[in-house]
Nanobody, 128 residues
Framework: QVQVVESGGGSVQAGGSLRLSCSAS????????MGWFRQAPGKEREFVAH????????YYADSVKGRITISRDGAKNTVYLQMNSLKPEDTATYYC?????????????????????WGQGTQVTVSS
């Protein structure tokens, strides 16, 4: 059974920074591609960022480009989401998701259905 665990959420003022972490475990020798999504109350879950299993490819939602950076810790299945210049509209529950090695084509990384395992979520609140 794969476990995905996020940490690092909290409350900040607009313009501040937060760093989220996520680890996937439970499969020896397997590398996971990882994605971050967020969901605000009353809204659908939306894509934030994705990093390939090798770390060589990263993708971002237009709304966060230039402010948020996804990275991973070498050969480990641990990823980070560095969030700078935070805005009140970034307030949401942030979820980390994992899929073994994939996705392999197109922009399927943007869709929640692509991922097999999810964390419990971590709250990010940005006040004006």
């Amino acid at each position: 059974q794969v476990q995905v665990v996020e940490s690092g959420g909290g409350s900040v003022q607009a313009g501040g920074s937060l760093r989220l972490s996520c680890s996937a475990s439970g499969r020896t020798g397997v590398r996971f591609a990882m994605g971050w999504f967020r969901q605000a109350p009353g809204k659908e879950r939306e894509f934030v960022a994705h990093i390939s299993w090798s770390g060589s490819n990263t993708y971002y939602a237009d709304s966060v480009k230039g402010r948020i950076t996804i990275s991973r810790d070498g050969a480990k299945n641990t990823v980070y989401l560095q969030m700078n210049s935070l805005k009140p509209e970034d307030t949401a529950t942030y979820y980390c998701a994992a899929i073994e090695y994939g996705p392999s084509s197109g922009d399927s990384y943007r869709y929640p259905r692509t991922y097999d395992w999810w964390g419990q979520g971590t709250q990010v609140t940005v006040s004006s």
